[in-house]
């Protein structure tokens, strides 16, 4: 199985089961308001990790299936030059944001491995390790972009 393969499939499976986790901790932090006499504490929390990580896990994939919301309006008007410029140039800048976003938190994982999380009691370099899956997944995919946009500018 190669790289990208994996990748994908990693990303598709990881949204898949942290968005259900997200509404069974949901489901159930609403069932116990309404029918149990005490509401679990570590919902919150948790819910909110598994939306993080869900975030973090689609993120690569709307990058990937060009998902994500630009003004068409403006970008409609351009030249077709201009268009592949824009193309080359945002994909471009998003490897360099997400590059530097992903290096940086490698010391916030570092600073994860001596926290825990108020009511999980987890170490927080389980939710921090989200940020860093969400900018490995869109630099590669950028950079992917990016050298497919290359690719076709020279033909």
């Not at 089961?17 to 679990?40: C, E, H, K, W, Y």
């Amino acid at each position: 199985m190669s790289f990208k393969i994996f990748l994908s499939k990693f990303l598709k499976y990881g949204t898949l089961l942290t968005s259900l986790g997200f509404v069974m901790t949901v489901s159930l932090q609403i069932f116990a308001r309404f029918f149990l006499s005490d509401v679990p504490p570590w919902t919150e929390e948790a819910s909110r990790i598994l939306f993080i990580y869900a975030i973090a896990f689609s993120s690569g994939l709307a990058y990937r299936g060009n998902y994500f919301v630009f003004l068409e309006v403006f970008y409609a008007g351009f030249s077709d030059i201009l268009k592949k410029k824009i193309d080359l140039i945002s994909s471009i800048l998003s490897l360099v944001l997400f590059g530097f976003c992903g290096f940086y938190s490698l010391s916030m994982l570092e600073m994860g491995l001596n926290e825990y999380s108020p009511t999980l009691h987890i170490l927080m370099i389980i939710p921090f390790l989200s940020i860093l899956i969400l900018c490995l997944s869109i630099s590669y995919y950028s950079l992917m972009a990016f050298l497919k946009k290359i690719k076709f500018w020279k033909s």
